[in-house]
């Protein structure tokens, strides 16, 4: 490195510390007299400060802060003094002062630009990472689509913009949005033209975001601001929501024109939230319709509440699987006869499989066996309609059930009791016997003809018929947790109903499989007790009891 | 105790015998998350060529069989029976004999039905090649 024209040699006292070298030293330095004037100058330091030269006083020739540096270094004593930090043009300078002799400073400079630069992108990415991570969490603990859109603008207004939109799909011609100028969420739900806000249109289409710099602030209309939002839009960035598949919505970002614009990095970074927030929301938007579906199927598909019909005592009770499709495939109907001397029909059954598909099943198969219920005294002709019903070429979902038809006559219920495929129901009669209803036949919905044996059963007061699906013997628990309940326990529990009341029965069954269950998953458990009373009062004539038989 | 991984864990074992049929050996449980593995895997047998003439289905791994996996020894045997090949279910474990009878279904796997026996529902009055009836063991 050569000598900087205009620097003169260094004096005496420095020559004797630093040595010759110090002209070429790779960093910046000045030497500063008493009275704050320059009186050394090296290469690197001429470069960076031109206005700097011996003689010069040091204010004309650095910046303030390196001037206020100094001041306090002459006062204080250069070597306790720390180092000053402050920029210069594009750089960062850290300025260490050592003490020359006669009161002369010397200022070594370093550059600390690229060491700035990095912390401030590793503060900024850290920083990015956090709120990524708070989005999410945030974004992915409510299933509702409404809370979703608030997270999403709440969020995206504190940390990313003044003020944040999301405008959802249209319902129908109107479009839901959810608006936010960093304090309470507005809701609202208007018909909007999309094309009003540039690149918005295109956005919810899940097209990439237009620059920010090509949409006109002042273009935006009144609906894309927040209540709360003062001062004109300095600058607006538009980016879609990508969903599953569908986009999930568009987020408009909004500065005041005092603020910054968005610059490159931070339009990229609100796609990166965008992607968040749109795969949130369309989960959401996912579930929050399946559970409608779901519900609108349940309020068809629950079990119905059973009571008394025709001086016979019906009691039903039914325990879906925990799984998240909580329409299971059991289900159980009671269709009571026109008229008292006339033939009740109860059906339970069990549809092969779980979720929308089973569900879907069942309906068709309560659905048809209503409409059957006129042909209901031949069980074999009713299974053989319903089967041809439920033929499908595409698969072999099948489902198996069990039909009573029930009628009592003086104390007694005559039921005739039909399997098609299913576990045959257990009677128990007054002295604790178990015995198993002498029925079997095939499931029903896919082979091309079906066959049945109907077994006549006969109950005298007290005695109770159990239908069941096997949830019930299947299910797994006990004390190892993984031994079916089984038709054993069943029977057992079953032996001491005999006198019950068919709610005690089905209660008392529920009970001791829940029991065993414990915490395990389960499938669907269904049960169904008809029971003959054991005994009728004459005074009981409500209507809904049979008070003209006396047990 | 440690059990052989293989067994723990469902799988099928696919292979042809030198007369020309197919063989699947089912291990585990065919239930609703393999049962559809079940059904894929013989008709990918059943489509080879030449076809098979015959697939047996080795049950005797088989260590649990809910109602989909039933779904899937149906949908087998609808396959076999529309490609006129005769299917035998081998070496059933008593939980899938236990099954077949309370549905009334084990009459499609026995030996001599073939899977050329499917009853025609448009004659009623032919009841001869219809099912028997299913009885209680």
Not at chain 1, 27 to 56: C, H, I, M, W
Not at chain 1, 145 to 157: G, P, Q, W
Not at chain 2, 40 to 69: F, I, N, Y
Not at chain 2, 115 to 122: H, I, L, M, N, Y
Request: proline content about 7%; overall charge negative; hydrophobic content about 40%.
């Amino acid at each position: 490195m050569t000598r900087v024209e205009g620097s003169s040699p260094p004096g005496q006292e420095l020559l004797s510390s630093v040595g010759a070298a110090w002209t070429r030293a790779p960093y910046p330095s000045l030497v500063v007299d008493t009275a704050g004037a320059l009186v050394e100058v090296n290469a690197q330091a001429a470069r960076l400060f031109p206005a700097a030269g011996k003689g010069v006083p040091l204010a004309r020739a650095v910046p303030d802060w390196l001037v206020e540096g100094h001041r306090r270094a002459a006062v204080g004593g250069a070597d306790a003094a720390g180092p000053v930090r402050g920029r210069h043009e594009q750089w960062t300078l850290e300025a260490h002062a050592t003490s020359g002799a006669d009161g002369q400073v010397v200022w070594w400079l370093v550059d600390d630009t690229h060491r700035e630069l990095a912390e401030t992108a590793l503060r900024n990415e850290q920083e990015r990472t956090r709120f990524l991570a708070e989005a999410s969490s945030r974004l992915l603990a409510s299933l509702n689509t409404e809370r979703c859109m608030e997270v999403a603008v709440e969020l995206a207004s504190q940390y990313l913009a003044d003020a944040a939109v999301l405008v959802a799909p249209a319902a129908g011609r109107r479009h839901p949005l959810s608006l936010c100028a960093g304090g309470e969420v507005e809701h609202r739900t208007l018909r909007i033209d999309p094309a009003d806000v540039p690149g918005l249109k295109e956005a919810l289409q899940g097209f990439p975001p237009v620059p920010s710099r090509w949409i006109d602030p002042s273009a935006l209309p009144e609906w894309a601001l927040p209540d709360g939002f003062t001062g004109p839009v300095g600058s607006v960035v538009v980016t879609p929501l990508p969903g599953h598949g569908v986009p999930a919505g568009a987020l408009i970002l909004l500065r005041r024109s005092d603020q910054a614009a968005f610059d490159a990095s931070e339009e990229l970074f609100a796609r990166v939230f965008a992607a968040r927030a749109g795969a949130a929301l369309s989960a959401a938007r996912l579930y929050m319709e399946q559970s409608s579906i779901t519900a609108t199927l349940m309020e068809d598909l629950l079990p119905p509440l059973l009571r008394r019909v025709h001086g016979v005592e019906f009691a039903g009770g039914y325990r879906a699987a925990q799984d998240t499709e909580r329409v299971g495939g059991d289900f159980y109907d009671v269709h009571p006869g026109a008229a008292p001397g006339e033939k009740t029909l109860a059906v339970l059954g069990d549809v092969c499989g779980k979720g929308l598909e089973a569900a879907v099943l069942t309906g068709r198969i309560r659905g048809t066996l209503q409409a059957l219920l006129p042909l209901a005294g031949d069980h074999q002709h009713l299974l053989r309609l319903l089967n041809g019903t439920l033929l499908n070429s595409r698969h072999t979902r099948f489902a198996t059930l069990v039909l009573a038809s029930v009628v009592r006559q003086e104390n007694t219920a005559h039921l005739s009791l039909t399997s098609a495929g299913h576990p045959p129901p257990l009677i128990v009669r007054q002295d604790g016997a178990v015995e198993e209803a002498r029925t079997s036949g095939t499931l029903i919905g896919v082979l091309p003809d079906v066959r049945s044996v109907t077994a006549e059963v006969d109950l005298r007061p007290g005695e109770t018929c159990l239908l069941y699906t096997d949830g019930v013997t299947e299910a797994r628990g006990g004390p190892l947790g993984d031994v079916m309940f089984g038709d054993a326990r069943l029977r057992d529990a079953l032996a001491e109903c005999a006198g019950m009341p068919a709610e005690a029965v089905v209660e008392r069954i529920h009970m001791l499989v829940a029991e065993w269950i414990g915490d395990n998953r389960h499938d669907d458990i269904a049960v169904m007790a008809i029971t003959a009373p054991r005994t009728t009062h004459l005074t009981a004539v409500d209507g809904h009891t049979a008070g003209r038989y006396t047990a | 105790m440690n059990t052989a991984p293989d067994d723990s864990v469902f799988h099928l074992d696919t292979a042809h015998d030198a007369s020309g049929d197919a063989h699947i050996r089912i291990t585990g449980d065919l239930d609703w998350d393999s049962a559809d593995d079940l059904a894929e895997a013989a008709r990918t047998l059943l489509c080879a060529d030449p076809a098979p003439r015959r697939l047996h289905l080795d049950c005797a791994r088989l260590t649990l069989c809910d109602s989909l996996g039933l779904a899937s020894l149906l949908m087998v045997h609808r396959t076999c029976a529309e490609a006129g090949v005769s299917l035998h279910l081998d070496n059933r474990p008593a939980l899938l004999r236990r099954l077949l009878d309370l549905t009334g279904t084990a009459f499609l796997f026995d030996d001599d039905a073939t899977g050329a026996e499917v009853p025609d529902t448009s004659g009623e009055a032919a009841a001869p090649p219809s099912p028997p009836p299913p009885s209680r063991a």
